[in-house]
């Protein structure tokens, strides 16, 4: 158990729906960073949070949100979900607002059918 | 798009073998990580070598970073069969204003036969 917590583990869903994935960092940690992990990308950086900031943005779709809660953990939306999308979204969470080691959390698998 | 580049993208050994596994990437770091993710699960921080490091040690791990041609390998010795997974080396990128993020290879999937 890497202290990072991510819910679901596993989601199916069908195109157009909305999701929301949700993540505890580890104790002690303020930044969460979101992943997303396709056969065909590789893991693409989505969006950083520190302290309840917005600290750094990558390749985010319009149709996908986030937010860190004041209690730190974070929620991802996804919205207008296409085929595309099904992929793990990983959560992982830093002491500070520095990426450097990453402990990630065990992932959120989506199908979108 | 990907900062690093692992090769080979798959390596099959037998066990008690070595496993070398290469990264190459684009820009100045100060940093370069190494992962490690077994098959559907979250990635575990292996190694972290920093710029004006040459090498480092963890264990059965060595890894060697060479900033004049933008590489750095890792090395698994006397592999075991609980090492197949896949291995992902990791760089800082830095934005304007001074945002980070971690950017990740497509990995080297690791498979050590019994």
């Known amino acids: 158990d890497s202290g990072v917590t991510q819910t679901p583990k596993h989601l199916i869903t069908a195109t157009g729906q909305r999701v929301t994935l949700r993540c505890s960092p580890r104790?002690?940690?303020?930044?969460v960073y979101w992943y997303q992990q396709s056969l065909d990308q590789g893991l693409q950086f989505l969006i950083q949070?520190?302290?309840?900031?917005?600290?750094a943005k990558g390749n985010i779709l319009e149709r996908f949100s986030a937010q860190q809660f004041p209690d730190l953990h974070s929620e991802l939306n996804l919205s207008s979900l296409e085929l595309g999308d099904s992929a793990l979204y990983f959560c992982?969470?830093?002491?500070?607002?520095?990426?450097?080691?990453?402990?990630f959390g065990a992932g959120s698998r989506l199908t979108v059918l | 798009s990907q900062q690093g580049e692992e090769d080979p993208q798959a390596l099959s050994i037998q066990e008690g073998e070595n496993a070398t596994m290469n990264c190459s990437y684009k820009?100045?770091?100060?940093?370069l990580q190494w992962y490690r993710q077994n098959s559907g699960r979250g990635l575990v921080h292996l190694i972290l070598?920093?710029?004006?490091?040459r090498e480092k040690h963890s264990g059965r791990l060595r890894v060697t970073l060479d900033t004049s041609k933008k590489s750095s390998s890792l090395l698994i010795t006397a592999s075991r069969a609980a090492d197949t997974a896949s291995y992902f080396c990791?760089?800082?990128?830095?934005?304007?204003?001074?945002?980070?993020?971690?950017?990740f290879g497509k990995g080297t999937k690791l498979t050590v036969n019994p």
């Open positions: 992982a969470s830093s002491l500070d607002s520095g990426a450097n080691v990453l402990t």
């Open positions: 104790s002690g940690d303020l930044s």
């Open positions: 949070y520190y302290n309840g900031e917005e600290r």
């Open positions: 820009t100045s770091i100060n940093n």
């Open positions: 070598i920093r710029s004006n490091e």
């Open positions: 990791a760089t800082r990128q830095i934005f304007q204003g001074g945002s980070e993020k971690l950017v």
